[in-house]
């Protein structure tokens, strides 16, 4: 009896704390809501992400264009520089048939000993209009010897010069080392004086650079109008590794020391009852919008 009152109990327990079948609908119908409103959270966030990602696209697109356009100025700036600074271009209308300047220039004639006949007794008559070479010009003879064979029974030998050529001796690269020789002397106190040869002056101090290569860089600059790059590159070729700067600091220090000689070019200029201008029409640089340059050089 006891355990059947017990099960009783616990049934109505139990059958009192089970939901009823309105709670349980109405506890679903929540549980859906709340799925539902993640489901919209989750749509939006992936909205939202989708809009992110547009926009970061968008900036991306913005980035990239903004590279290309800061390389096109930087190359604009580049060219720019080049053509203001740079190695100017010599080309130009005049200079089109440049590398066919022999064709050019060509005659179709012959030098004057090509048309000699050596085999004959009665050399041709030479043709006239063709300056010879110097005479100021110093001279060396390279002899051209019969073989004993064909000397042999002969009653005299003798030479005739029958061509001249002009010949360029290559320029030649050294270095100079000035050695001071220096002499010690000791008195009577063993006290030591040295005493150093002098050393000939030079335009411009401790620059490694000899005389004769400032000589050669302002004949090349000004009397054969060489630009101070194609200087540089053609003493490179000789082992001598002297930048453009360095040469036009050399150019600028010499016009320093050489003035006192303009002056008196000026002066015996100017000493004269007339003078006479001779204007040359030249272009530095090849920049847009610029004209060749006066060049103005008096003559007495």
């Known amino acids: 009896m006891g355990n059947s009152a017990s099960n009783v109990e616990l049934m109505r327990a139990i059958g009192a704390e089970l939901p009823t079948r309105d709670a349980l609908l109405q506890m679903l119908h929540e549980q859906n809501t709340k799925i539902n409103t993640l489901q919209d959270q989750c749509e939006a966030l992936t909205r939202d992400k989708q809009k992110t990602d547009d926009v970061v696209d968008k900036k991306s697109d913005v980035i990239a264009a903004q590279k290309k356009r800061i390389a096109q100025l930087e190359e604009y700036l580049r060219l ?35 048309a000699v006949d050596e085999s004959s007794a009665e050399p041709k008559k030479k043709r006239g209009g063709k300056k010879g070479l110097s005479p100021s010009l110093p001279r060396i003879q390279i002899h051209h010897r019969l073989s004993d064979e064909d000397k042999e029974g002969a009653i005299d030998t003798f030479f005739e010069k029958t061509k001249e050529e002009l010949d360029i001796v290559p320029a030649k690269a050294r270095v100079i ?51 101070l790059y194609r200087l540089e590159g ?60 006066h060049m103005f050089g008096p003559v007495k």
């Open 177 to 227: 080392e000035h050695m001071q020789e220096k002499a010690v002397f000791a008195d009577d106190s063993g006290r030591r004086t040295i005493v150093t040869a002098a050393k000939p002056a030079h335009p411009l101090g401790k620059a490694i650079a000899s005389i004769s290569l400032l000589v050669c860089v302002i004949i090349s600059k000004y009397a054969d109008g060489l630009p």
């Open 80 to 114: 720019m520089k080049h053509n203001r600074y740079g190695s100017s271009s010599e080309m130009n209308i005049y200079q089109q048939e440049l590398f066919n300047e022999a064709k050019l220039l060509a005659d179709g004639q012959g030098d004057e000993e090509d």
């Open 234 to 293: 053609i003493l490179k070729r000789y082992g001598g590794d002297i930048t453009r700067t360095t040469l036009a600091n050399w150019l600028i220090r010499l016009s320093r020391e050489l003035q006192p000689v303009v002056n008196l070019l000026e002066e015996h200029q100017l000493s004269s009852d007339y003078l006479q201008g001779d204007e040359t029409w030249m272009k530095v640089l090849k920049e847009p919008g610029m004209s060749p340059t």
